[in-house]
């Protein structure tokens, strides 16, 4: 049915015709003839309906081609104009609430409709407007397509082609290998229309959420620091005459210190961060820096520091004789005897005095063990480098260290991630006697005289640079600048003799009662004193009697320089903990460095370059609409801006040319000034029309021509089931 009643309008007005009684009447001799049934009624159309020119009238060529204003031939693209602007505003609105949205939380957005969903909304609206847009270029593209002086004659079926590519992208799939090197704006236009299904999953890809930390409220973390250590209520008094008087550690004090020493892995030394969400930062002492990143020095404490010195090279060996078993010695009287039930492992403690390994011990690190807890000595029989069978014999090698555990000031670089510390020591700087404001130069024989007494407030002090202060840093260069400014003598050997003095803010000067020192210096040195024997029968192990918390420095037997240093630092690291978590302070003056609590929320990234390629399909409609209203304007009054209307292949059937062997127009042609769309769409509203079946042609229908089907040549004609086209003007 559907080509019968395309086959009569096609009749109708595509026919050429006569005028008879102000009537247009096309004959039958038509390039349709041959199959129209003979007797078939002649198609009449108002000669006040259709604009055509009699037969045998003349119309000049200038009005076959006349000039329309600039406005006139605008006015079909206004639409399309304004559909561009909108587009345009929505594609800005994108980027507009996306990067607007973008590094911020989103628990920030507070309207009750989401991003992603407006930004679906806009996203849709954008592409059914580029859609749109450039359907309309496609709909005159194929206008200009067949009207192009300079081409030959297209396929009638490439108008069908056209109009599909208008409608959807699988019509303009089909239209692009016929435009590829055709029509470089109608390649365009199907280019528009097949990508822009991915417009609205790139523009959804251009959102992205990322988890980031956050800080809140300043003082949900702190971190445990020593900054002064004093002698309050942490000795007793053991023994006094008139003359002289002991004093020894408090019971808890010895405890801690003992703990360290022979457990130093014990969880009771265990610095535990306060940190609310299990995510935390500290401020950054590093001028250049506002927060911490990994290396940055974020906060210092008292601590105790640990060196080790390897003297082996001082190690004289005995060889065994008739009368005795192989001995090896140190120069400061130290033994060991390869024989059972003898002294395999000796360790000796004092304070001050190294001078006898001073082949060994550099003059700057000696001065640092002058003033030292303990420096410890130890020589060692080890079977580290020997075979199994000889090892169980008798441990034939040997390592002797000096290991010096000294008070210093430690700086730290930490944060705090899922809920674990991680910390890590940056520098140490050692402790060395403040003298305050005495200006002598007979400084040690000042420090000598008290010494070991308490209640003199004199302490082995360190100066930290950089320093922070409340929310202010100060460093070597504006540290005079601060608040609280006291006055510094150390005696550090890098400035002796002189030893100047300084002036610094109390708040950056970390303090160790000298009395302390000595205190927790004897305890040390009671404990890190014994001597350990071994024989063969015990297998790995050593007896050490009452001493046996020195045992782990045997090391099953294994014993080497890197084993010694690493017990030494885990005790020194086990004591800087103790002192962290309050030992040698009262109770309740703990000091702490605050930090940042940080909560891990979702955040809205904006990936920009997702939203290239709809930024790159609005400039390609850009480009093919511009050139469309340009040919529009330049061309005026010759081709015409009909776009997606159909009235054209009824109103001008006369520039519509079609070829069987020959260039000659089928139907009569004129020169009518071509319509614009709006005036075929106002006589088309006087045109009525009305298909009616079961009926054969018939001449004599008062106001208007019917018109029945027609078999084809040779086919029999259906009469029950004929489609006719009614027109009434």
Known sequence: MTWLCLESLTRFFLLGGSKIN???????????????????????????????????????????????????????WTLDIFSYCIALGLLVAIYTIISRASN???????????????????????????????????????????????????????????????????????????????????????????VSLAIGPFVQQSIRIEYRDTELQQGTASLPVSRFITDDDNYFRTFGTPVIVWWDLEANFRNSVFSSVSNPADNSSTITPNCATGNCTFPSWDPAQSQSSDGDLTHASLGVCNECTDISSLVEAWPATANGSARYTLPNGMEVVIFDTNPYMVMSSQDGNVSWAEKIIPAQKAERYRYAFANVTLLTMTARNQSEETAERFPTAYVASIC????????????VQNGQLSETSLHSTPLYYDVGNYTEQDVDSYVQDYRGLPGYNHSLSAIQSPCRIGDSLYTASNMTTAP???????????????????????????????????????????????????????????????TWWLAPFWQQKH???????????????????????????????????????????????FQWQWLLLPTI??????????????????????????????????????????????????????????????????????????LRRGQKYEDGVEGGIEMGGYGRTGGRIRDSDQDSLMMHS
């Open 104 to 194: 911020k939380p989103e628990q920030d957005w507070t309207l009750s409709i989401s991003l992603n969903t407006i930004v679906a909304l806009l996203s849709t609206l954008y592409r059914g407007l580029l859609v749109a847009i450039a359907a309309e270029i496609l709909s005159q593209e194929k206008w200009i397509y067949f009207w192009l002086a300079s081409s030959p004659a297209r396929p009638l079926s490439h108008l069908q082609t056209f109009d599909d590519a208008s409608r959807g992208i699988w019509g303009a799939l089909n239209l692009l290998p016929i435009v590829a090197r055709r029509s470089p704006s109608a390649f365009l236009a199907v280019i528009t229309i097949a």
């Open 617 to 690: 399909l609005l400039v390609l409609e850009t480009v093919t609409l511009a050139w469309m209203i340009v040919r529009s304007v330049y061309y005026r009054g010759e081709e015409m801006a009909w776009q997606s209307s159909l009235l054209p292949l009824l109103f001008h059937r006369d520039i519509f040319m079609g070829l069987s062997g020959s260039n000659e127009p089928n139907g009569a042609t004129t020169d009518a000034p071509l319509m614009t769309s709006d005036e075929m769409e106002q006589n088309a509203r006087r045109i009525a029309i009305k």
């Open 404 to 415: 010096s555990l000294y008070p210093c000031l430690k700086t730290y670089s930490a944060s």
């Open 484 to 546: 609280n400014q006291t006055l510094v003598r150390l005696l550090d050997p890098d400035s002796a003799p002189e030893y100047p003095s300084t002036t610094a803010p109390e708040d950056c000067i970390y303090r160790f009662d000298s009395f302390m020192s000595d205190l927790l210096g004897g305890a040390l040195q009671k404990m890190l004193n014994g001597t350990c024997v071994w024989d063969n029968r015990q297998g790995n192990n050593i007896e050490c009697q009452d």
């Open 559 to 605: 014993a080497s320089m890197q084993s010694i240093t690493d017990r030494f630092s885990a005790i020194a690291d086990a004591l800087t903990n103790q002192f962290r978590l309050g030992l040698g302070r009262k109770e309740g003056t703990g000091t702490s460095v605050g930090g940042i609590a940080l909560q891990t929320i979702p955040f809205v990234v």
């Open 22 to 76: 102000n009537t247009y009447v096309w004959p039958e001799s038509t390039m349709y003839a041959p199959s129209h049934p003979v007797g078939a009624p002649k198609m009449v159309a108002d000669a006040s309906v259709y604009p055509s020119t009699p037969p045998g009238g003349e119309t000049p060529n200038s009005e076959r081609h006349r000039r329309l204003s600039i406005y006139r031939s605008l006015r079909p």
